[in-house]
């Protein structure tokens, strides 16, 4: 059918309001599909400016590569410290953060007087809520000196400081997204369990828990993903030198990588940059894929 | 019943429950050090001076009248540029869309688009917004990249909201004869109005704390403009401004003041969003 058939078809000039209504439902659409464009733009954005540093460095040179010199007079442009610094301070987060958060989540999604969780609710909302430059300020004021202090190290700006404030950072999103999973149990289940003579605290953990697994593994996955991109907080708490990440030396991570070198970054430099930003976003987009898949796993079941 | 159990499930059950206590406190405990720690550090610092004047090389003062000036231009600019392609992307989905396929892609851009760090869009800001088309460090593009960063928030609550609205009051004025953009305008726009207003907040929350994509994009001067010309000079919002008085200029107490006051509006945006919240499930309830 060509464009004058379907003109015709549509017999538009006896019908001006189906041309309005027409023309409105196109532009909806459009503004529908402007999502879809900024995906598409971001993609090819990262994709055409991260890959051709990639290419002159060596692909494998860049990955693996374990020194990050990108001023120097030869410059090398290694990101492993990077990548594993990113990747050790999420699972350090993750491993401080998940439990407190998911104990949280079961007292408050199953034993939690109404009065406790409406207040809860505002905290979470508050600490979810609080600028990360902020959450940065506090860990440069306190926890910085804090682990000088207390671990005897020249130096409080460490991979450990930003794990705390990852930490704290991931708390919000991983108590939500449990709090709601847990909810959705069927209240049949946990009177089962009852009935069948196991405790309340039993119930929550044995039955309860187990069947909000994927909105708990959701969770997790979000946190995750909170974790790797967060820039601001832990550029102020990490130290930002480009070593390899143990845990209290000062670090750099991909999203600090990108943050502390762009204002000042020229030629290769500059390109480097976005090619960080390019692993970076690859990171969030493996991530992406497996909260997909746990969504359609949560959904079939 | 309690003395049949065995110790050990006793035990068990015991530490079960020390460790949601635990957890409960120590959210708690941090949630409340973190208010009362900056609100205490900040507020002897917000001074009239602080808040009403330029900063000054020659009276070497600090003031931070531009930042919210610059924040207040960045939080209108965006809403009025995100809410009509957001809200009109939720009412495709909801109302129009007939197609699967196509509402699938769209709700998985954007949900792609509400994981992507911060950092991320900031980069690409820069390179689309400020290079591309050429409008430099400036606050517009500081703002239109928030606008993407901010369009899955509306297009969900609204959405949310969109679906709460009975299908009962669409069939009813249907059959009066109107046609589908007079039924949206007049009947399904009005009932979940609260959904948008809920998303306008959060959206304001997330323009607040947002500092990494501002960084890139809408720069870090501190001048003092009219909304127009604000719009097209580069200018740092409040949380930039925290940023780089902390970071880079070693002024705690100036940092402290303006984490104060960031703290204030985050407790307060979140009471309107949990009023806004308990308004539409009595609305609903009804």
Known sequence: ?301 | MIERISGKRRTWCGFMKAFCYISLALVTLLTGFMILYVLFRGLPHITGQLLLTVPSMLRNTIGILPDILNTVYIVIATLIIVLPIGVGAAIYLNEYASNRKVVEMIEFAAETLSGIPSIIYGLVGMLVFCQFFSLGTSLLAGALTLVIMNLPTIMRTTQESLKTVPESYREGAFALGAGKWRVIRTVVLPTCINGIITGCILAIGRILSESAALLFTAGFAHNLNGFIKGMSSAGATLTVALYVYASERGEFDIAFAIAAILMILTVIINLLTTYMGRLMKRRNGQ
């Open chain 1, 1 to 301: 059918m060509n464009l004058r058939q379907y003109l015709a078809a549509k017999d538009y000039k006896d019908n001006p309001g189906r041309l309005a209504e027409d023309i409105i439902h196109l532009v909806f659409l459009v503004l529908g599909l402007v999502a879809v464009g900024s995906v598409l733009v971001i993609t090819v954005y990262l994709v055409v400016s991260g890959l051709p540093a990639i290419l002159k460095i060596g692909p494998v040179e860049f990955l693996f590569g374990t020194r990050w010199a990108s001023t120097a007079a030869e410059p090398e442009f290694g990101i492993l410290p990077f990548i594993l610094t990113s990747i050790y301070g999420t699972a350090g987060a993750i491993i401080i953060g998940v439990p407190i958060g998911f104990f949280a989540a079961v007292y408050l999604a199953k034993m939690a007087p109404g009065k406790v969780r409406k207040v809860m609710e505002l905290c979470i909302g508050v600490l979810a809520g609080i600028p990360s430059v902020v959450y940065g300020l506090v860990g440069m004021t306190i926890l910085v000196p804090g682990i000088r202090i207390l671990f005897g190290v020249p130096d409080g700006a460490t991979l450990f400081a930003a794990i705390i404030v990852l930490a704290v950072m991931i708390l919000p999103s991983v108590i939500n997204v449990s709090l709601t999973a847990l909810q959705a149990v069927p209240r049949e289940y946990e009177e089962a369990s009852l009935a069948l003579g196991a405790t309340s605290t039993e119930t929550y953990f044995r039955v309860s828990v187990p069947a909000a697994k994927s909105g708990i593994f959701t969770a997790i996955v979000l946190g995750i993903g909170r974790a790797i991109g967060e820039a601001m907080a832990i550029m102020m708490v990490a130290g930002n030198v480009a070593n390899m990440p143990s845990l209290f030396t000062s670090v750099r991570f991909l999203t600090t990588a990108v943050a502390s070198e762009m204002s000042y970054s020229s030629g290769l430099q500059r390109e480097a940059l976005f090619s960080i930003a390019l692993v970076l976003f690859l990171f969030i987009m493996l991530i992406n894929a497996v909260l997909n898949v746990l969504k359609t796993g949560g959904k079939s079941r």
